[in-house]
C-alpha cells in the first residue's frame, strides 16, 4: 500500500509538471496547481482524489510506521 500511495503521488507530480511546462512552451501562460485543479472541477472532474492522496501519502511517509512497529523489541 505504502508503494502504491508514494508512486501514484510521484506520477500526479511529474503529470502537473509537464502540465505546468505545456502551458509555459504552447500557451505562454504560467498555471498553478490550484488552477488546474478549477479547470478540472469545471469540467465536472472530481478532484477530491488529489487531496485525499497528499493526506494518505503525509499519513504514511511521515505520521505512522509501515511496517509492524515494535516488531524487534528487547528482551
Known sequence: ????????????????????????I???RKITQEELKSLLSSQGIDTRWIDELRDARILFFHET??????????D
Open 65 to 74: 510506521a509501515p511496517w509492524l512497529a515494535g516488531a524487534c523489541g528487547t
Open 26 to 28: 504552447l500557451f505562454d
Open 1 to 24: 500500500m505504502d508503494s502504491f500511495i508514494f508512486e501514484t503521488r510521484s506520477l500526479y507530480e511529474i503529470v502537473g509538471k509537464f502540465l505546468v511546462t505545456l502551458f509555459e
